[in-house]
């Protein structure tokens, strides 16, 4: 908690909101109506996509806590003390996660505008449920949007990084 969580801050009043992201400790200077997504972003972590910004599309997806969310629904100031993960935390040193190698390898990308989000989603599901069904894959994945692609080399990417973890 900052000092100012306890009272009202005036709509252009900048927060100190301290949290850990990707891993290590952070401060973000936020007004009170700035999303999580713009915080983030202007830390330098533009991986975070942003396309409706009104939670459909989840090209803005990151983990708080380890839950997916869409970060352009989460105000900058409901993450203070908490962890967030963007698609930068999976590569590591310039070597692609395995994630990220599953989608390289069947070319589940065209534009990759929505790719940060899925990719994200897809660690998520990798992490939290390896065994998932042809189903839950599905289900998952279609809570996104991609224009480009058509949705199976997402599909097919999403299974095989499931199988490798
Ligand atoms: Fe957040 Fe579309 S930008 S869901
Ligand atoms: Fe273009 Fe998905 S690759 S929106």
């Keep these: 908690m900052t000092e100012h969580a306890s009272r009202w801050l005036a709509p252009d009043e900048r927060a100190e909101v301290a949290l850990v992201l990707n891993g290590e400790n952070a401060v973000l200077e936020a007004e009170p109506r700035r999303t999580l997504a713009d915080a983030v972003r202007a830390t330098g972590l533009t991986g975070t996509h942003l396309g409706c910004e009104h939670g459909v599309c ?3 997806t990151v983990l708080l806590d380890d839950e997916p969310v869409r970060s352009c629904l989460v105000l900058a100031v409901q993450a203070a003390g908490r962890r967030v993960d963007t698609v930068e ?20 990308l065209q534009c990759g ?12 599901l990798a992490r939290r449920e390896p065994d998932a069904s042809e189903e839950r894959v599905g289900e998952v994945v279609s809570s996104s949007l991609c224009r480009c692609t058509g949705y199976a080399p997402i599909l097919a990417a999403v299974r095989d990084a499931l199988g490798r973890r």
């Excluded at 590569?91 to 190698?101: D, F, I, R, S």
């Excluded at 505008?113 to 998520?124: I, R």
């Design 58 to 60: 989840g090209a803005c």
């Design 89 to 108: 935390r999976l590569a590591a040193g310039g070597t692609l996660h395995p994630v990220q190698e599953a989608f390289l390898r069947h070319r589940a």
């Design 113 to 124: 505008f929505c790719t940060p989000g899925f990719v994200v989603l897809a660690e998520w």
